[in-house]
């Protein structure tokens, strides 16, 4: 099964391709998007991309995740990454995003996040979402309740960040609340 294309308003999320790699380097390479991420390294290295593109495919086909390039829909510039990291056995999955620096406060990520969503919830047929991030990154915070993610609690020290500990907020939303929403 191929992993399929979403469109919203402004919005493709479509599978990366190894030609986003550069992009993706430079983007997810920007020391702000690394310090605000649970998961991006920095540096970002050469080959990195590359590495992280071509695991994409065995994922989605196995049914553990399911990545998004989020591109711009009248330029086809990529702008940033959404997934579901998916537990079969529990019908749930984690919703992560990350949105380059330059495209910050235009509601991408929002946008993203609610395609994706409605994907989990209608073609994946998730129960349950989930996801956190660090508390000093309230933007991402902002885009979980846009969507009506409900506040789970707070994760104390719960990750280690480049030798500090740090705080996640945890986030979720059901099926039945989605639908209601």
Known sequence: MNQPTLRSQRLLLRPFSLDDASTVQELAGDYAI???TLM?????????AEQWISEHPAQFEKGTRAV???????TS?????????????QHKAELGYWVGRPFWNRGYATEAARL??????D?????RISSRYLVRNP???RVMQKIGMAHEGTLRQDTIKWGQYEDLHAYGLLRDDWVKS
Do not use: C, R
Not at 68 to 74: G, H
Not at 77 to 89: P, Y
Not at 116 to 121: A, D, L, Q, R
């Open 34 to 36: 690394a310090d605000t």
């Open 68 to 74: 998004f390039a989020i591109v711009l829909l009248e």
């Open 123 to 127: 073609q994946l047929q998730l129960n």
């Open 77 to 89: 510039q990529l702008v940033g990454a959404i997934s579901l990291t998916v537990d079969k056995d």
């Open 116 to 121: 994706t969503v409605e994907y989990g919830f």
């Open 40 to 48: 991006i390294p920095h540096p970002y290295e050469d080959g990195m």
């Open 139 to 141: 933007a991402s915070g």
